[in-house]
Nanobody
Framework: QVQLVESGGGLVQAGGSLRLSCAASGGTFRSRGMGWFRQAPGKEREFVAAISWGGTTTYYADSVKGRFTISRDNAKNTVYLQMNSLKPEDTADYYC??????????????????????WGQGTQVTVSS
């Protein structure tokens, strides 16, 4: 069983930056793909970014490409989301998620939520204009 705890959310002005962290415990972190999703008030949860189990491949939603960077430190069982040039439309609860199996390679498994079996409780990000 994998437990995920996010941190780093907060209130920031448009154009600012935040770095989210997701600490994992239990299970095998280094063999699982990891992703970040977000859900804004009144909207469905959407994919933000993901990183392969080895850290060599990353995936981004078009809306954040060039502004957000996902990374992972397998020695620390932690995945990060560096968010730059934040916009008010980035305001949402951000969730970290881990794959429910090992060594997935298909892009679909990274950009869609169905293969993520473990979720954190979320951290709130608010971007003021």
């Amino acid at each position: 069983q994998v437990q995920l705890v996010e941190s780093g959310g907060g209130l920031v002005q448009a154009g600012g930056s935040l770095r989210l962290s997701c600490a994992a415990s239990g299970g095998t972190f280094r063999s699982r793909g990891m992703g970040w999703f977000r859900q804004a008030p009144g909207k469905e949860r959407e994919f933000v970014a993901a990183i392969s189990w080895g850290g060599t491949t990353t995936y981004y939603a078009d809306s954040v490409k060039g502004r957000f960077t996902i990374s992972r430190d397998n020695a620390k069982n932690t995945v990060y989301l560096q968010m730059n040039s934040l916009k008010p439309e980035d305001t949402a609860d951000y969730y970290c998620a881990a794959h429910n199996g090992d060594y997935y390679s298909r892009t679909y498994y990274y950009t869609n939520s169905e293969r993520y079996g473990y979720w954190g409780q979320g951290t709130q990000v608010t971007v003021s204009s």
